[in-house]
């Protein structure tokens, strides 16, 4: 069992940064990957970012490539989303996720464990 805690959201300008941060619980946190995925207004859940779980391989969407980096501190438990050059179309709730390995990397189904989203919003 994996407990996932976001936080770090909030308002911030057009081409601000923002650190999102997901605090697991669990002694097998080293064991899955991880994954960051968001949903705005009226939109569908969609694939962000994700890690590997030994850290060694990440994975981005084309919309926040060069923008976002993914990131795992295994000694706190805790994934790592800094977001940069911020704009108006990233906002949305930011969730965190954990999938075991084998599972398919950006697909909303194969993540087993969620937490409750974080809320980020980019002002023009």
């Known amino acids: 069992q994996v407990q996932l805690v976001e936080s770090g959201g909030g308002l911030v300008q057009a081409g601000g940064s923002l650190r999102l941060s997901c605090a697991a619980s669990?002694?097998?946190?080293?064991?899955?990957?991880m994954g960051w995925f968001r949903q705005a207004p009226g939109k569908e859940r969609e694939f962000v970012a994700a890690i590997s779980w030994s850290g060694g391989t990440t994975y981005y969407a084309d919309s926040v490539k060069g923008r976002f980096t993914i990131s795992r501190d295994y000694a706190k438990n805790t994934v790592y989303l800094q977001m940069n050059s911020l704009k108006p179309e990233d906002t949305a709730v930011y969730y965190c996720a954990a999938r075991s390995p084998g599972r398919r990397t950006t697909v909303i189904s194969e993540y087993d464990y969620w937490g409750q989203g974080t809320q980020v919003t980019v002002s023009s």
């Open positions: 669990g002694r097998t946190f080293s064991s899955y990957g």
